[in-house]
């Protein structure tokens, strides 16, 4: 049996064990004792289940790095790990999985410059994504380097309109191999997918109107942060 059918096996089990083990309780503990009885089985009960699911994700972490090695284990791992962390209620843990890790360097001492766009350009190392689409009204106000020992680490585009509304292109190149987990209010916020060029677009869209737009290319991690526009969303999909 593969280690993949194997983890499937266990996963299942465990979920069944936790089904059959919830208890209601009988009418006489809800009415004579309700918070002595019941509080205190929700509680142990409470524990016991997160203890075995800190014990699952515990194996699961050990099994990703196993499995990393391939394809089919790296998304079969991060596909489980979004199972766990999709059951909490209105909020939405959303898993990223990137071939490298940004900003390795960060507890040190970076620089940051204020440079053209050209500028800009010239002086990193990594991919800069650039959209060759911007909407009428948009134009490029500046760009942002932080560098490390001479290395850029980010690149922050900002563009604003004639009505003062800002996009910011956040890019990250990317290091090492990890995974980033951003926690979402579903009563904020909505989230999807978009899949446009073979690359997919996680869509984070704010009650204010906002929206952040999260993807990798090129090895470089992007956030785009703006107002919730099609035209603009446009500009996002054009930047290669």
């Known amino acids: 049996m593969s280690k993949v059918n194997e983890l ?3 996963i299942k089990e465990v979920i069944h064990q936790e089904v059959n083990l919830i208890e209601v309780p009988d009418m ?9 009885n019941i509080n205190k089985k929700h ?3 409470l ?9 699952i994700i515990a194996a699961l972490l050990v099994l990703g790095v196993t499995l990393s090695t ?3 284990g ?4 991060r596909r489980i790990l979004n199972f766990f962390s999709s059951t909490e209620g209105d909020h939405i843990s959303i898993q990223l999985d990137y071939g490298s890790n940004n900003n ?10 204020k440079l053209s766009l050209e500028e800009a350009k010239q ?9 060759s689409y911007v909407p009428d009204g948009y134009n490029i106000q500046e760009a942002f380097l932080t560098e490390f020992n001479g290395e850029v680490l980010n690149v922050e585009l900002i563009y604003i309109s004639n009505n003062n509304e800002l996009v910011r292109i956040d890019q990250e190149p990317i290091f090492e191999q990890h995974a980033e987990v951003i926690n979402i209010n579903l009563n904020n916020a909505t989230v999807e997918q978009i899949e446009k060029n073979n690359i997919i677009y996680t869509v984070i869209k704010m009650k204010n109107d906002k929206v952040i737009i999260i993807w990798d290319m090129h090895e470089v991690k992007y956030t785009v942060d703006m107002t919730s526009n099609d035209e603009l969303m446009k500009m996002v999909f054009s930047i290669e």
Do not use: C
């Not at 006489?28 to 002595?36: A, L, S």
């Not at 002086?123 to 959209?131: C, D, K, T």
């Open 8 to 10: 499937d096996r266990v």
């Open 28 to 36: 006489y503990d809800v009415w004579n004792d309700i918070e002595k």
């Open 43 to 45: 509680k142990h009960r």
């Open 47 to 55: 524990f016991t289940f997160n203890k075995r699911i800190a014990g």
């Open 70 to 72: 391939t394809d089919e």
């Open 74 to 77: 790296y998304t079969y791992y």
């Open 104 to 113: 390795p360097q960060l507890n040190f001492e970076t620089t940051t410059h």
């Open 123 to 131: 002086n990193v190392s990594f991919h800069m994504g650039i959209p």
